[in-house]
């Protein structure tokens, strides 16, 4: 957990308003959630690896005897939790409060979580998160608006040329199931795919095959992960597809994947939605898996060049609302991963308004310092007093870094005489 | 706690939004602190009854036996808790980065507190709060600069017409010597005199008389808050401070209370500072108390005539930052309660970009609405998609309470023929 100094969260501000600005566009609404869920719904199973990540809160008013009646039982110490993911909340939210809200809900959620995680670096115990979610849309129109609102996003920020990879969990399924894995060993199976991007195709069968998959299975993944491909250009679309899946992949699923890569092409181009026909910022990978065990249809991740890591992801999660509401529907969502992003974001405080550093002598009056103050925020500027000190360099070079950029300095009789405000270096 | 839906999250965003900006223009830099803080910072005695309040999380990995072992001790249980407030968490930050920090350091904090208060109407458990605080200025001009901040950023609001009560802890101590009221017993007494505007100077001093605080010392209060005093207009000024205050009251104090006046005067008129001339928002209140024990000097409360409570308040607390530091340092603040805030600003969204909802059939291609949608973004419109219902109308209410401010219609073949963009009633 860490402190934000004013540079950094004056950066973190100025970006999450772009966010917020952007996502808004695009017709998300932003909610909140309170910090703290109830004990019993942050541990339902949804959660995954994250829930045992949980900080919990000690219950008040607990006498001794409930103390040592609890020291087998440490469920019984606590009521509430910090919430480790926005998805949870959103599900609880959405059940609540459904009846005010409209037929197909675009959520925004930008809002810090918090993980016992063990302290390594670019891992915080509190971290912010901003997701988007479309909750009462099946459609690959629902995936479609979230990678728009995703990729706008970004442009906003200053990072061009972002893509999402993209991947259906039910395609992963019927892959699996083809080659001949049980329905019994595939999740395994899939933790050790998800980490082909690190040991290549080599690696992963040798892991397979070590861990005692069933053989034909994992010959004929080997056989598939081999196979001579010749490498021609090939935009986004069914041909893509299906030249990337083994033969025969239900219509259904090509169908979904096909129809979020049209309507994201109408979107970027204006264009007839002929997905085939234009680039888009889309990449087809039939070995994505996500980790979070509740993603039953389309999964995505967001890339940049300029980092080897995703800087988001998300996917298609239609059981879970079901949880909370007893009754299924669709949701699909997308969680932009802010740590990672703020730090690509240049802390340039260019497009702000003039912010002046006035250096006063000691001997000013503080009331001519005021009236000076309160005429440059009059015109626009922000404005701090510093009193001089020996080292002006020092000082000037503090502000500079603290986002001013301009400077004046003030003695007595400065103000019958007028003030100059000199640009910082 | 509460869930915020699209609406309020969306006015509470933007009121948070002119706050921050205000707060920046006046020279204030904006910091962050993790939520969690150390049990042992935020019941260190200094946070007073809030303490008592804080929810504390639940020790990782504790054993049966370990279990046992706290049941007569409970604080075994939790090495961290929920922040109740901002200004602990402010000493403790300014304590571990002061070397980065500014000599004069302005502060901006604006996040939520947690406080197990029981439930009651206009009582959360987590709400949050609007600080500002100057630290390492001694002099009356950090009380003129936060209240010049504070009464500029209600303007901004659209709340015209506030005003800051305002007294000094030391002037009620020495006030409360002068009728000889003794130094253990000031402090209950002063619980009794901050009733003085529910119970009125009868109710006090009955109050007084009942506790058997010292006959001779309720005397004089009795006879100090029944004297004559004719009703004339005084601005605020040494003038004023006196006339209210018994004889004789020490220099030191009213001219501190003085200079305040002064800078804040020079501060609103651009004129020439002399606080006793001209009309400014504070009131002097010789009998204002402010809970909190660790003030040490000037104390605020802020008033607007459309409420008959509280906006928030602060002082100085110059012995704080000691605590953690090792080494005293000048420190004063001022909090703005954004709850009672933001339930007095207007919902109107007018000064946003257009927001219009496209209503679309079923059967209108996904490209084509997708495409409708990113030109009307590219225009600078915020957008959101809304497949018609049998009730037209109940739609476009909804849409207009969520912010919306335009629709358009959109069928299969409205692409070609263009859009017709009509306002919302």
Redesign the interface.
């Known amino acids: 957990?860490?402190?934000?100094?004013?540079a950094d969260?004056?950066r973190?501000?100025r970006v999450l308003?772009v966010i917020?600005d952007r996502y808004?566009?695009?017709?998300f609404?932003?909610?909140?959630?309170?910090?703290?869920e109830e004990y019993s719904r942050l541990h339902a199973g949804i959660g995954g690896d994250n829930e045992k990540l949980a900080?919990?809160?000690?219950k008040?008013g607990?006498d001794?005897?409930a103390?040592?009646a609890?020291?087998?039982d440490?469920s019984q110490?606590?009521d509430?939790g910090?919430r480790y993911d926005l998805t949870v909340p959103l599900a609880r939210?959405y059940a609540?409060?459904r009846g005010?809200?409209?037929?197909?809900f675009?959520a925004i959620q930008i809002a810090?979580v918090?993980r016992?995680e063990r302290p390594q670096k670019g891992r915080y115990?509190?971290f912010v998160q901003c997701d988007i979610d479309i909750i009462g849309d099946a459609?690959?129109?629902a995936e479609?608006?979230l990678a728009?609102a995703t990729l706008?996003t970004l442009e906003a920020l200053g990072l061009e040329g972002g893509s999402i990879r993209i991947n259906d969990r039910r395609a992963l399924d019927w892959m699996l199931d083809s080659f001949g894995f049980t329905a019994d060993e595939r999740p395994g199976v899939l933790i050790t795919i998800d980490k082909l991007d690190k040991i290549g195709p080599h690696g992963v069968v040798a892991e397979l095959r070590e861990r005692g998959a069933t053989a034909p299975a994992v010959d004929a993944l080997e056989a598939f992960l081999t196979r001579p491909m010749t490498l021609e250009y090939n935009p986004y679309g069914e041909r893509q597809i299906r030249k990337l899946l083994p033969p025969d992949a239900p219509d259904e699923i090509v169908s979904h994947l096909v129809?979020i890569g049209?309507?994201?092409?109408?979107?970027?181009a204006?264009?007839?939605?002929?997905g085939d026909g234009i680039d888009i910022p889309l990449v087809f990978d039939p070995f994505l898996v996500r980790g979070m065990g509740y993603y039953t249809g389309t999964i995505f991740e967001l890339a940049h060049p300029s980092v080897d890591y995703s800087l988001g992801g998300g996917g298609r999660y239609d059981g879970m609302i079901g949880r909370f509401l007893g009754q299924d529907v669709p949701a699909v969502g997308f969680s932009i991963g802010f740590e990672r992003l703020v730090d690509l974001i240049e802390a340039a405080d260019g497009d702000g308004?003039s912010a002046v550093v006035l250096v006063h002598d000691r001997d000013v009056?503080?009331?001519?310092?005021?009236?000076l103050?309160?005429?440059l925020?009059a015109q626009g500027?922000?404005?701090?007093?510093?009193?001089r000190?020996k080292n002006l360099k020092a000082l000037l070079e503090?502000?500079a870094s603290?986002g001013y950029t301009a400077f004046a300095t003030v003695s007595a009789g400065t103000v019958p005489a007028g003030l100059e405000v000199k640009p910082l270096a």
């Open positions: 957990m860490r402190d934000f100094l004013p969260k004056a973190r501000e308003a917020r808004r566009a695009h017709g609404d932003e909610i909140e959630t309170p910090v703290m900080y919990n809160v000690l008040r607990l001794p005897e103390l040592r609890a020291a087998d440490q110490l606590t509430l910090l939210f609540t409060n005010q809200l409209p037929a197909v675009r810090p918090w016992a115990r509190q459609s690959a129109r479609a608006e728009v706008d129809g049209e309507a994201v092409a109408a979107s970027r204006g264009g007839d939605g002929d308004p009056p503080t009331g001519e310092l005021l009236a103050k309160a005429a925020i500027s922000r404005v701090r007093l510093e009193q000190t503090r502000a603290d």
